[in-house]
């Protein structure tokens, strides 16, 4: 019992040096403001990654409009602070509570469906947001949404990202999160053992999609400008790919998928040309040959304190396949 | 009405088209119950080398349909060895990655090579308005080329599959695997042929393209790739007349749209209408419910 509790006090004291040596870094300036460009996204693709996870992986619902999500909690913030001077905690939270509640919205109907079908009507949604917003001229159409203030920096991003670690992480390990891992291993199982599978699948989706918006807010804050393009179906994509490239159903993994291909596409961004065609043979190499991804559904030691209990619901690994 | 009557024309047109590719989707998921992202790319490659035949080599329409319908079954017959094969047995969502692993490649390769200007389609058939109904409507030749052509490769992939040994087989693999490699289907010849049916399909819907929209890109095949799964899912995926009445009445829901003022909701609605589609019917309007069995 002990050891346990040091190990999470010691993860905490390394996770706050790493904060201060960063933002020693840079404030010092060796860390510039390219650098920082990147660890403002890879934070970004974290949470991204950790909510889609929480959907796809943990839950086992396919969503491909997860950038949909992104967009609403971008446009919320763009709005609330762009056009009404609100502080950024408040349009931080609100653009997660409005993407949680479209999450609600288009997740009651469209979570009857299952597997493939699911994918393709979230995909629709996906594109049926980015087309409204294309044609609102309030939020400046497709042209984009200008003049954001930026309020993201590193403290934002590192706090928003060990939050949304931390929350899924706990609703995981809860009663409601092993109702959602039910749902994945055996809907049918589940639901017989009286486990609401809807209330939870729901449920699920509206955790997600408020961490997708609130990720999608630092990202309207810090990039001064957002169009409805940057949120389309190839970004959904892209944050599925982190997501499948770390492990399905690992929050370490989603962590460690999106910090390793941010660095990826930064080193290919030297040869734009082809910088996706190596991206794509990238992928279909750790598809072919580690297709459960990199960490499978592995975590990290300290992260994993009730391990008895997860080996249970860890048997049918391929579940989702179904 | 003059204008309903137009619009229908065109709609037809577009709707062979998007039929054409959503019959590849529709037959590839009925087999291996895989979306294959890359279709639309396969479309999109159809369309150049139906360029490069008529641009560079100068031959005319018929021949460079039949070598785009050729090379692209061989590159479907390709991607499926190389790319998803292995993956047969791995979780739906690395297949599906991996298919957009490919459709990614095949894009940026595409455009590595031909660079990513748009490029101008020789124009390889006569364009002579008729004039029908009493003056009341346009109909160009080209669309009455695009409308036969999608009736005659239907009626024929219809034949193959219901009247040929091959086809049984391919019935046989969609409905059960397992139980039709028992019965001595040899099922990696099937899927092959399959793929390289459905590729066959959508290199001829590119080369149509091509010749009917005149502009070709390498980016051009994502948003019909997508749009024909819609078609294939709104008709009942794994289903072949699904797929046709699909097709079909996305393009004419869709130019009805564009024509009524609405062309910029237009992708949009027809994503509003797979929804609905999928929430009251999620086996599609032509497909049969199937009950689950625990």
Known sequence: MMNKVNK????????????????????????????????????????????LNLITGFTGQFSLGHAAFMSMGAYTSAILTAKFNQPFILALLLSGVVASVAGILIGIPTLRLKGDYLAIATLGFGEIVRVIAINTDYIGGAIGFNDIPRYTNWTW??????????????FLNSYHGRACI????????????????????????????FFAGTAGSLYANYFYFIKPDSFGFMKSIDIL???????????????????????????????????????SVILFVIMVYRHKGILGKREFKIFKSRKKNRKKVEFNVGAISK | MEQVLQQLINGISLGSIYALIALGYTMVYGIINLINFAHGDIYMIGAY???????????????????????????????????YKPLRNASRISALITAIAVS?????????????????FPDVLSSNKISILGGKALLDTK??????????????????????????????????????????????????FTFAIGSALAGAAGVLVGVYY????????????????????????????????????????????????????KDAVAFGILIIVLLIKPSGLLGKTVKEKV
């Open chain 2, 214 to 265: 005149n502009t070709i890109n390498p980016l051009m095949g994502t948003v019909p790739g997508l749009k024909a799964f819609v078609a294939a899912v709104l008709g009942g995926i794994g289903l072949i007349p699904g797929a046709v009445f699909g097709g079909f009445f996305l393009g004419m829901v869709e130019t009805l749209v564009s024509a009524y003022g609405g062309s910029i909701f």
């Open chain 2, 143 to 192: 669309n009455i080329y695009i409308i036969l052509i999608t009736i005659v490769l239907m009626l024929l992939l219809q034949y193959v599959v219901l009247k040929t040994k091959i086809g049984k087989a391919m019935r046989a693999v969609a409905l059960d695997k397992d139980v039709a490699q028992l019965m001595g289907v040899d099922i990696n010849r099937i899927i092959s």
């Open chain 1, 8 to 51: 999470k006090i010691l993860l905490g004291v390394i996770l706050f040096a790493f904060y201060i040596l960063v933002q020693v870094l840079i404030n010092t300036g060796i860390i510039d403001s390219y650098y920082e460009l990147n660890l403002v996204i890879i934070g970004i693709n974290i949470i991204l990654a950790v909510s």
């Open chain 1, 182 to 209: 039910a749902i994945r291993e055996d809907e049918i199982a589940a639901e017989s053992m009286g486990v609401n599978t809807t209330y939870y699948k729901v449920l699920a989706f509206a955790i997600g999609a």
């Open chain 1, 241 to 279: 790919v982190i997501v499948v490239f770390g492990g399905i159903g690992s929050i370490l993994g989603s962590v460690i998928g999106a910090i390793s291909l941010s660095i990826i596409s930064l080193f290919l961004q030297g040869i734009p040309e082809l910088r996706m065609v190596i991206y």
């Open chain 2, 104 to 120: 990614l490649f095949l894009q940026y390769t595409m455009m590595y090579f031909v660079k990513p200007d748009t490029r101008t």
């Open chain 1, 157 to 170: 991003i590192f706090a928003s990202v060990l939050v949304t670690i931390l929350l899924i992480k706990r």
């Open chain 2, 49 to 83: 080398v139906g360029y490069a035949v008529t641009r560079f080599l100068g031959l005319g329409f018929v021949p460079a349909l039949l070598i785009s319908m050729v090379t692209c079954s061989i590159l479907g017959i390709l991607i499926e060895k190389v790319a």
